[in-house]
């Protein structure tokens, strides 16, 4: 049974940090290509970013280009977000996901299996 388990987020002030990090289970974890996408209150859910399976090739949203840093541990079996300058537009809830492709994407659609989520809270 494959298993994706958020951890990291919380609430911070805008202009601080938070690093997501995600365990998974279940999988040749290096086999996969590995998303982050974020949710808030009453919007769909958007890519934020994607790293293919050897960690290199990201891919970004444009509005977190520059503040979000994505990188895996295959020996870890972790994917992580780093979040740098957080606004207050980022609040959401901060999904991973798994995709049984080597290579990243950026549509929901195109993964095959989610976490639970982690809430991220930036305050003004």
């Known amino acids: 049974q494959v298993q994706l388990v958020e951890s990291g987020g919380g609430l911070v002030q805008a202009g601080g940090s938070l690093r997501l990090s995600c365990a998974a289970s279940g999988l040749t974890f290096s086999m996969y290509s590995l998303g982050w996408f974020r949710q808030a209150p009453g919007t769909e859910r958007e890519f934020a970013a994607a790293i293919s399976w050897s960690g290199g090739s990201t891919n970004y949203a444009d509005s977190m280009k520059g503040r979000f840093t994505i990188s895996r541990d295959n020996a870890k079996n972790t994917v992580y977000l780093q979040m740098n300058n957080l606004k207050p537009e980022d609040t959401a809830v901060y999904y991973c996901?798994?995709?049984?492709?080597?290579?990243?994407?950026?549509?929901?659609?195109?993964?095959?299996?989610w976490g639970q989520g982690t809430q991220v809270t930036v305050s003004s």
């Open positions: 996901a798994a995709r049984g492709d080597r290579y990243r994407a950026r549509t929901t659609n195109d993964y095959d299996f």
